[in-house]
């Protein structure tokens, strides 16, 4: 079972900048897929970026550009930096990992983009 922290989610004028971190229970290089999705009010969540076996990342076409997810180099973290935020990223971001074919979700943090 992997289990998933996150943390570093707030308030942040448009165009600002937030780091999420993730902290995994397990080597990232063990796990299949990390991701980030988000929800947002009255929306179906929806993926933002993933990360395969802690090397190659793919994002969604809504943040490439603004968005990167990266790991530290002890491979038991995973961070979504995101830049250049807009308003319509506002939603409850949430940590991912698919491991032998079961996911795992962490408890989700708050981001919201206002003036």
């Known amino acids: 079972q992997v289990q998933l922290v996150e943390s570093g989610g707030g308030l942040v004028q448009p165009g600002g900048s937030l780091r999420l971190s993730c902290a995994a229970s397990e080597h990232i290089f063990n796990i299949n897929v990390m991701g980030w999705y988000r929800q947002a009010p009255g929306k179906q969540r929806e993926l933002v970026a993933i990360?395969?076996?802690?090397?190659?990342?793919d994002y969604a076409d809504a943040v490439k550009g603004r968005f990167i997810m990266a790991r530290n180099s002890a491979g038991n973290t995973v961070y979504l930096q995101m830049n250049s935020l807009k308003p319509e990223d506002t939603a409850v971001y949430y940590c991912?990992?698919?491991?032998?074919?079961?996911?795992?979700w962490g408890q989700g943090t708050q981001v919201t983009v206002s003036s």
């Open positions: 991912n990992a698919v491991q032998r074919g079961i996911f795992y």
């Open positions: 990360m395969i076996r802690g090397d190659s990342t």
